[in-house]
């Protein structure tokens, strides 16, 4: 292995050059002076951004560098300078790559609507970095809920009460319906939903629902309901209610 070579391998710029482009991670062995060596570090973060760690701090700083590091990993835009996680175009490439570059991104670009929208539609769940203008943009929240039912619990307060933000989030993830307003919790389209989505192996997730909302699923005549409605949906899904009834009745609601 690269890390048991001697020294003299480590500061060999053709074998280093070479190593590197077959395995980015090879950069940390490197000597120093190779890793502050401009070709040889654009070389590594082509093959694996995140080595851009382990460059010397001129070039976590060089804006080439970077932008190709981000290309290949955004998550390497958590080793970049402090410039360039302000830079906007550095940014936007980082979060298209992966959503959750946006936690290392500047103050300033968490609170620009086009960054946090892109960053939103690849992972939803990254709402949570975003300013809190934006967490009560319906824009920018209808497109994170889309992508994940669960940012629903990142949302203003105002939008958590928004009835089409949070029929957008149980359509992804029916216990995402823990997240919104209780008085939303007791809409029983919503619950209806909910119950239809919800994963067979967390049921448990309907607990955390508010009281009242409890009330309504615990009622004879909204299962009745349920099961005529879901019946239409095939076959599969009238097992998927009775699992859920089943399991419901062992945590101690009954009907």
């Not at 654009?42 to 995140?50: F, P, T, W």
């Amino acid at each position: 292995a690269f890390q048991h070579a001697g020294g003299n391998l480590a500061a060999d710029r053709d074998f280093v050059l070479e190593a590197v482009r077959q395995h980015g991670c090879v950069l940390q062995y490197a000597s120093s002076n190779l890793r502050a060596d401009k070709e040889v570090v654009c070389e590594a973060v082509k093959q694996s951004g995140i080595v851009l760690q382990f460059a010397s701090p001129e070039l976590r700083g060089d804006r080439a560098i970077v932008l190709q590091a981000v290309t290949q990993s955004g998550a390497a835009l958590g080793c970049a300078g402090c410039e360039l996680r302000a830079d906007k175009e550095v940014v936007l490439r980082a979060v298209k790559q992966s959503g959750y570059a946006l936690h290392h991104a500047s103050q300033d670009l968490k609170s620009n609507k086009e960054v946090v929208l892109e960053a939103v539609k690849h992972s939803g769940a990254v709402l949570q970095y975003a300013s809190s203008e934006l967490r009560a943009d319906k824009e920018v929240v209808l497109q994170a809920v889309q992508q994940d039912g669960h940012a629903l619990a990142y949302a203003s307060n105002e939008l958590k009460a928004d009835k089409e933000v949070v029929f957008e989030a149980v359509k992804r993830a029916g216990e995402a319906l823990q997240y919104a307003n209780e008085k939303v919790q007791t809409d029983k389209d919503l619950l209806l939903l909910a119950s239809r989505m919800v994963d067979s192996d967390d049921w448990t997730a309907l607990l955390g629902l508010h009281p009242n909302a409890q009330a309504i699923l615990k009622h004879s005549d909204f299962h009745k309901a349920n099961a005529s409605n879901i019946a239409v949906q095939g076959e599969a899904a009238p097992i998927l209610t009775a699992t859920l009834t089943c399991s419901l009745r062992e945590a101690g609601w009954t009907y």
